[in-house]
C-alpha cells in the first residue's frame, strides 16, 4: 500500500501570501491518479487538483499542482481569506484509494 | 446541479449493525462508480468501498473487509453500505462520493452522515 506523507502539518500565512504544499509518496504514484481536496470546517471535502495538475470544475487559477514519481506539490498563489482549510492529497491504485494526513492552512 | 444525500447514521452498540444509504440526482447515475469515503473525529479522510457504475467492480479496504457490504440501485439512483460487526474505531462521518471516470478521484460529495459506535 502507498502511504501518502503531507508536510508541513500546519501552514501559517496570512492573505496574500503564498502556500506550497507537499505531497510525498512512499512508491512512485502515477501522475494521473493524484488529486488535491480542500476541506473547510464541518463541509464535505471539494476537489481541487486531478491528474497532479488538473484544476477541478469552478477552482480559481490561483490554485494550481505540479510534481511526479513520489513529490508532489500544491501551490496556492495568493491567499485569500475562503483559502484557510485543510488540504488533503489522495492517490488511486487500480482497486484502493489512500489520502494523506491533510495540512491545514492556517491564518497567521 | 450534482447532489448527493446521505442518510442512515446514528447511535450504535458495538457489535451492531446499520445501513447507510446516499441518494444521487443531478446525473446519469448508472454511468458512474461511487464511494464512501469516513472521516473519524477530528482526523482525516479514509476510504473504505468503491462499487462501479453496474456493481461488477467493488472494493473495500482492509479495515472494513468482511464486515461492511458496499451495493446500489440504478433504478432508485441510490447508493447503500450494509455495515456489520460494527467496532468502537468505525465512528465518523461517512460520505457518499461520485467517482470522476478515469481521473482516480471523486469529484461530488455528500454532505455525510454521523455514525457513532457506543455502548
Known amino acids: 500500500e502507498i502511504v501518502l506523507t503531507q508536510s508541513p502539518g500546519t501552514l501559517s500565512l496570512s492573505p496574500g501570501e503564498r502556500a506550497t504544499l507537499s505531497c510525498r509518496a512512499s512508491q512512485s504514484v502515477s501522475s494521473s491518479y493524484l488529486a488535491w481536496y480542500q476541506q473547510k470546517l464541518g463541509q464535505a471535502p471539494r476537489l481541487l487538483i486531478y491528474?497532479?495538475?488538473s484544476r477541478a470544475t469552478g477552482i480559481p487559477d490561483r490554485f494550481s499542482g505540479s510534481g511526479s514519481g513520489t513529490d508532489f506539490t500544491l501551490t496556492i498563489s495568493r491567499l485569500e481569506p475562503e483559502d484557510f482549510a485543510v488540504y488533503y492529497c489522495q492517490q488511486y491504485g487500480i482497486s484502493w484509494w489512500t489520502f494523506g494526513q491533510g495540512t491545514k492552512v492556517e491564518i497567521k | 446541479e450534482v447532489q448527493l444525500v446521505e442518510s442512515g447514521g446514528g447511535l450504535v452498540q458495538p457489535g451492531g449493525s446499520l445501513r447507510l444509504s446516499c441518494v444521487a440526482s443531478g446525473f446519469t447515475f448508472s454511468n458512474y462508480g461511487m464511494s464512501w469515503v469516513r472521516q473519524a473525529p477530528g482526523k482525516g479522510l479514509e476510504w473504505i468501498s468503491y462499487i462501479g457504475s453496474s456493481s461488477s467492480a467493488i472494493f473495500y479496504s482492509d479495515s472494513v473487509k468482511g464486515r461492511f457490504t458496499i451495493s446500489r440501485d440504478n433504478a432508485k439512483n441510490s447508493l447503500y453500505l450494509q455495515m456489520n460487526s460494527l467496532r468502537d474505531e468505525d465512528t465518523a462521518v461517512y460520505y457518499c462520493a461520485k467517482y470522476y471516470s478515469g481521473s482516480g478521484s471523486f469529484d461530488y460529495w455528500g454532505q455525510g452522515t454521523l455514525v457513532t459506535v457506543s455502548s
Open positions: 491528474g497532479a495538475s
